[in-house]
């Protein structure tokens, strides 16, 4: 027997937002308040009517009240009206067809015809009357799938856990999870049913404290990671080094992050050089900072352990600079010329590069504080190369912020309703000086020193809406509302290769074509995390993971380009984060996979497998290369041994216990023995910098748990 719909005793005459809001409407079509607003304004029309008194069950009455759905239908409204809950710059229509219909949806078939599906559930749906289950509704693919109820709020070391650790919690990842925390939780007792398996639980516990034991020392010798270490100083490189290590800036970084006007920055480099006992340590801390970051493309810093000390001290020079309330040269362009530079830095060379977005929040309200986020035609007048420069660092500071908000799983510290700034000028630098009354500004689809910054700011507006959708605190995602954010940043995507086509003279560089797509693309991968994950049981979801599994192999295997790839091996922070949400996602894909050829046996086994088990082991490979660059973290190294003995007994159908702890153990040794040898090196540097303090018999419970790659042993206090 059908149950007749429940009655709203006062029906809702106010519009969804105005309800959203919790604001009072006027009713009126459109209301005030979205016209304030300016965003679509959508009433929510009910479908059931209540059965008329004295009629039969077949016939209803016109009605002026409108019920609300019944509870196992509810969504709030429509889902044509769905996709208007997330934010206003998403498009707001009737339906799905037309939220995407005044977007340049690209002519990929599999997207194509997903949208064709999806429209046709929706028609489909308005057909059904309310009995019609859930499953067979369009309100079922539109319904949310991650609100702040379905959300785990974990606290690991104080911190809210990043989007790397989330997806790293999945099931398929069991077994390795399971390993591991037999592992730590073992001291002593028999932690397994079979006596080989708890023998080397045992020798895993003991190598990951020895392993955290060699970092500690390691990070010990660093400048600012022990109070017995002296002040860090600041002593120059040689001239012919510095000038090296600043063209390769140049040559890189600075097409990418457009903060100098570059014949302007050259003349205070040779004035700086000329006389540096005369310099303001503002002009001396930028220099440095410019050579620092370029030297993470060059071998030197590599071959040069004294070298690579010295950019440490460079970078925390700076940062205490940038520390001192009293330092009134702060508030002004050069000081947060300083302050972006040394954000870059600290991810670059993992100096507290996990917590950006602390420093990027500070570098945003420090900018505002000095009028940054007001156009200059707003300001008193100015140079045009004034204004120019201030254009360019305020983008520069919105792409640093965008980026250190998906990599801590915050909330952006702007939004575009908070600034009125212009986007800068299309010139090159050598049109534009001091002296120029008027500039003239080339068309987009031409090429200049200020292109790339203006295509990762044409982006930028959809990025900071994903970044709102994924991590704001009362948001809800729909499959529409990623389908259109997939379409805009796919399509800033393929601008940018038109525009790279269209002007390949001069050349292109590498580096920029697999910096842009980096910057860019790793934002879908948490995008469509949620919906690639039911792509397995329903193939209507597959576009999401097949957007994963490309954004994923972009980050991983780039095109070609040593400079690149050397930034890749040492860098930290959104470098490291983008490595590892990428490798969670190729991750769970081959672990899926791999469950899939032992069911249909390897005449099966299809080329996308191969590949992707290619790609981890080039993931492997890079993870210990970091390891011999510097790095102090052995566990991705380990996860990645684990996954692949989890693969093998999966292939085999075999259990996985025994042959997962033993790979465990293997990598442990090989990493201990990568640290033992970076710590000799170390000591033979500088042998009054290392610290005795951490004894080989530290006790395993106490260790802290790593925030940085810590991605999937989530239960565990240990590190």
């Known amino acids: 027997m059908e149950l007749p719909p429940r009655r709203r005793r006062r029906p809702a005459l106010s519009c969804v937002r105005c309800r959203q809001r919790k604001t009072r409407c006027d009713r009126t079509q459109p209301c005030a308040?979205?016209?304030?607003?300016?965003?679509?304004?959508?009433?929510?029309?009910?479908?059931?009517?209540?059965?008329?008194?004295?009629?039969?069950?077949?016939?209803?009455?016109?009605?002026?009240?409108?019920?609300?759905?019944?509870?196992?239908?509810?969504?709030?409204?429509?889902?044509?009206a769905r996709i208007h809950t997330f934010d206003p710059n998403v498009s707001t229509s009737s339906s799905a067809s037309d939220a995407l219909g005044g977007l340049h949806v690209p002519a990929d078939p599999t997207l194509q015809d997903l949208l064709s599906r999806l429209q046709s559930l929706e028609a489909a749906s308005t057909a059904c009357t309310s009995a019609a289950p859930e499953s067979a509704r369009a309100e079922g693919i539109l319904v949310p799938v991650l609100t702040l109820q379905d959300s785990r709020i974990i606290l690991n070391k104080t911190r809210t856990l990043r989007w790397s650790h989330w997806m790293g919690a999945a099931l398929e990842f069991a077994p390795i999870v399971n390993c591991f925390s037999q592992a730590i939780s073992c001291n002593g007792e028999v932690t397994h049913s079979n006596g080989e398996v708890s023998v080397l639980h045992s020798q895993i516990r003991k190598l990951l404290g020895d392993c955290k034991n060699l970092a500690r020392r390691i990070k010990m010798t660093q400048p600012g990671r022990s109070l017995s270490y002296p002040e860090p100083g600041i002593t120059d490189p040689p001239k012919k080094t510095a000038d090296a290590m600043t063209g390769l800036y140049f040559e890189s970084f600075d097409i990418i992050y457009r903060l100098f006007h570059v014949p302007t920055f050259w003349t205070e480099y040779h004035e700086y050089w000329a006389h540096p006992e005369a310099a303001p340590i503002s002009s001396r801390l930028k220099i440095l900072l410019v050579v620092s970051i370029g030297s993470s493309v060059s071998p030197l810093v590599d071959a040069d352990i004294a070298f690579r000390k010295q950019v440490f001290e460079w970078v925390h020079a700076a940062h205490a600079w940038l520390s001192n309330p009293l330092e009134k040269d702060i508030l002004s362009i050069e000081g947060l010329?300083?302050?972006?530079?040394?954000?870059?830095?600290?991810?670059?060379?993992?100096?507290?590069?996990?917590?950006?977005?602390?420093?990027?929040?500070?570098?945003?309200?420090?900018?505002?504080?000095?009028g940054l986020h007001r156009d200059p035609k707003h300001l008193p007048p100015m140079s045009l190369l004034q204004a120019e420069i201030r254009r360019r660092t305020w983008a520069t500071i919105l792409e640093l912020a965008a980026q250190a908000s998906l990599d801590s799983a915050m909330p952006p510290r702007i939004s575009f309703d908070e600034f009125d700034t212009a986007p800068p000028s299309n010139v090159n630098d050598d049109d534009l000086d001091k002296s120029n009354a008027t500039i003239r500004v080339l068309p987009k689809e031409k090429r200049t020193d200020t292109s790339f910054q203006l295509l990762l700011l044409d982006s930028l507006p959809t990025r900071l809406r994903i970044l709102r959708l994924l991590n704001g605190l009362n948001t809800e995602i729909s499959y529409t509302d990623v389908l259109a954010l997939d379409a805009e940043l796919t399509n800033a995507d393929r601008a940018c290769s038109n525009f790279m086509n269209q002007n390949s003279r001069p050349a292109i560089s590498t580096f920029h074509r697999n910096s842009f797509r980096f910057l860019t693309r790793r934002f879908?991968?948490?995008?469509?995390?949620?919906?690639?994950?039911?792509?397995?049981?329903?193939?209507?979801?597959?576009?999401?993971?097949?957007?994963?599994?490309?954004?994923?192999?972009?980050?991983?295997?780039?095109?070609p380009d040593e400079g690149f790839s050397r930034l890749m091996t040492i860098a930290s922070g959104m470098f490291k984060e983008g490595i590892l949400i990428a490798c969670t996602a190729i991750s769970l894909e081959v672990v899926s996979q791999a469950e899939v050829q032992r069911l249909e046996g390897p005449i099966h086994r299809n080329a996308q497998y191969t590949d992707l088990k290619r790609i981890l082991n080039d993931i492997m490979s890079l993870s210990l290369e970091r390891m011999r660059k510097g790095e102090?973290?052995?566990?991705?190294?380990?996860?990645?041994?684990?996954?692949?003995?989890?693969?093998?007994?999966?292939?085999?159908?075999?259990?996985?216990?025994?042959?997962?702890?033993?790979?465990?153990?293997?990598?442990?040794?090989?990493?201990?023995?990568?640290?033992?040898?970076?710590?000799?090196?170390?000591?033979?540097?500088?042998?009054?910098?290392v610290s005795p303090y951490f004894g080989a018999n530290e006790e395993v419970g106490g260790f802290g748990f790593d925030i940085d790659m810590d991605f999937f042993f989530q239960t565990s206090s240990f590190s």
């Open 33 to 80: 308040h979205c016209v304030a607003s300016k965003v679509q304004c959508t009433y929510t029309v009910y479908s059931n009517e209540p059965p008329a008194p004295g009629s039969s069950d077949s016939t209803t009455s016109p009605s002026t009240h409108r019920p609300s759905p019944p509870p196992q239908a509810r969504v709030e409204h429509n889902a044509s």
């Open 337 to 370: 010329q300083i302050y972006c530079l040394t954000i870059l830095a600290r991810q670059i060379f993992s100096i507290g590069g996990d917590f950006v977005w602390i420093s990027a929040g500070s570098l945003i309200h420090t900018a505002m504080q000095i």
């Open 524 to 559: 879908l991968i948490p995008l469509h995390h949620g919906f690639a994950q039911k792509a397995r049981s329903s193939p209507l979801f597959y576009y999401s993971l097949k957007s994963c599994l490309d954004a994923s192999i972009a980050i991983i295997s780039p095109e």
């Open 632 to 689: 102090t973290n052995t566990k991705l190294y380990m996860f990645l041994s684990m996954l692949f003995a989890q693969i093998e007994a999966t292939e085999a159908g075999t259990s996985c216990d025994l042959i997962v702890a033993q790979a465990a153990k293997d990598s442990l040794q090989l990493s201990h023995d990568l640290l033992k040898t970076q710590f000799c090196d170390l000591s033979l540097q500088s042998p009054s910098a």
